[in-house]
């Protein structure tokens, strides 16, 4: 099994960055790597973002490219998603997951809530 805690959540205003982070425990070494969904209220959950764990390699979706950052410290397993240029349409809990395949999202945190204002 796989423990995930997320952090970092919060309300910010418009335009404005937030920091989150997953830590992740437990087998950790039978993941392929980690990455980040969020669900708004009355909307299906969505992917966010995804790392590998060994290339580091990473994924976006289209709403959030260059915005935000996901990116990972191997030694600690730990997972991070800077988000800057906040919009309200980021407002949603959001989930980190541990992946034990390419697409393969086994294990979910609890969540974090995000809220934006405008």
């Known amino acids: 099994q796989v423990q995930l805690v997320e952090s970092g959540g919060g309300l910010v205003q418009a335009g404005g960055s937030l920091r989150l982070s997953c830590a992740a425990s437990?087998?950790?070494?039978?993941?392929?790597?980690m990455g980040w969904f969020r669900q708004a209220p009355g909307n299906e959950r969505e992917f966010v973002a995804r790392?590998?764990?060994?290339?580091?390699?990473?994924y976006y979706a289209d709403s959030v490219k260059g915005r935000f950052t996901i990116s990972r410290d191997n030694a600690k397993r730990t997972v991070y998603l800077q988000m800057n240029s906040l919009k309200p349409e980021d407002t949603a809990v959001y989930y980190c997951v541990a992946a034990v395949g390419p697409g393969q999202y086994d294990y979910w945190g609890q969540g974090t809530q995000v809220a934006v204002s405008s």
């Open positions: 437990g087998r950790t070494f039978s993941t392929y790597g």
């Open positions: 790392i590998r764990w060994s290339t580091g390699s990473t």
